[in-house]
């Protein structure tokens, strides 16, 4: 942009980018150690029973949901 003599809030809005878009910068490397423990696999005696995992405890046919 510095290049082309405009502004960054003028060029946003020529291209029709939001400028907070523009200027986002991620903030990768924080949760290293949670991705690296989510990438070890489980034992099932570890994990929630199937029906808790996608959210479907108490939806069966007596709880009248007509399903």
């Known amino acids: 942009m510095a290049d082309h003599g405009s502004s960054e809030r003028r ?3 020529r291209i029709g980018v939001n400028r907070s878009a523009w200027q986002y ?3 990768r490397g924080q949760d290293d150690g949670v991705r690296a423990r ?4 489980q034992e099932p005696s570890q994990r929630l029973p199937l029906d808790v995992e996608v959210g479907l405890a108490g939806r069966g046919a007596a709880s009248g949901s007509g399903f």
């Not at 989510?38 to 696999?41: D, E, G, Y």
């Open 25 to 27: 910068e991620p903030l």
């Open 11 to 13: 060029a946003c809005r």
């Open 38 to 41: 989510m990438a070890i696999p």
